[in-house]
């Protein structure tokens, strides 16, 4: 008879952030891309975290450390005020094309953590931020980012309405910037009846949403898609840092 051979030994799964005598994961002399890419594990959005009112720092230990030394967040929420395009004039999208909408952009709340993910913490979202009567105009956007505050120069210029979205749900949005490490948008329900002023011209009821489908079956004029904004602020002024 021939002796079984000896089970092969399972493998240890290594934690990402190991803790070591400390009880703490040594972050001494981190890049600050190594910074933002933790800091996108720990912190998640209302959509990652199946929750509406809240953003949330993670703690579980050897996932995210916790880290010896702590890294300064800036957890920023934008206020978004659309208004269509008022004529051919203006500047352009960053592919040729004119763009359907403007927006302005302005800081309503900036919550700055010290965090090594050793306690759960979380942020609650501003209520009239996120109302759900808020204007059909009004968008927010939610910018998770590693050191200092945003500044304009760092604000996204352009954001598509409608556009494509990640795992989540999440609209994708381009920031001028590689230290913002998350992000959530959150669109205007109705921008095609605002007026270049970011003001509602009609009920969102009675106006049908750009790209649907006419209940006239012979329509006398056709409604536009309009799937992309422009940021108001690079072409008139500048927006508050």
Request: glycine share 8%.
């Amino acid at each position: 008879m021939s002796e079984s051979p000896s089970p092969s030994p399972t493998p240890s799964l290594t934690p990402p952030y190991p803790t070591g005598a400390s009880g703490c994961h040594d972050n001494t002399g981190w890049t600050a891309e190594e910074s933002r890419d933790w800091v996108r594990l720990v912190v998640d959005t209302p959509k990652e975290n199946y929750e509406d009112d809240e953003v949330k720092v993670v703690s579980l230990p050897g996932y995210d450390g916790p880290l010896c030394r702590k890294i300064t967040v800036q957890v920023e929420f934008w206020k978004l005020v659309y208004g269509v395009a008022n004529g051919a004039g203006g500047d352009r999208l960053s592919d040729g094309t004119r763009p359907d909408y403007y927006f302005d952009i302005r800081r309503v709340k900036r919550v700055e953590l010290h965090t090594d993910a050793s306690v759960e913490q979380k942020i609650a979202l501003p209520a009239s931020l996120y109302a759900t009567d808020r204007s059909p105009c009004e968008g927010a956007l939610l910018s998770i980012t590693v050191g200092k505050p945003l500044t304009s120069k760092e604000l996204p210029k352009e954001v598509e309405v409608g556009g494509k979205e990640d795992l989540w749900g999440r609209a994708t949005v381009d920031f001028r910037s590689q230290r913002v490490a998350d992000h959530e948008l959150s669109q205007p329900s109705a921008p095609h009846v605002c007026s270049p002023d970011g003001k509602p011209t009609a009920d969102p009821a009675d106006v049908p949403t750009p790209g649907s489908r006419p209940t006239d079956l012979d329509p006398t004029d056709l409604y536009p898609t309009p799937d992309h904004s422009f940021d108001i602020d690079d072409v008139l002024r500048s927006p508050a840092p």
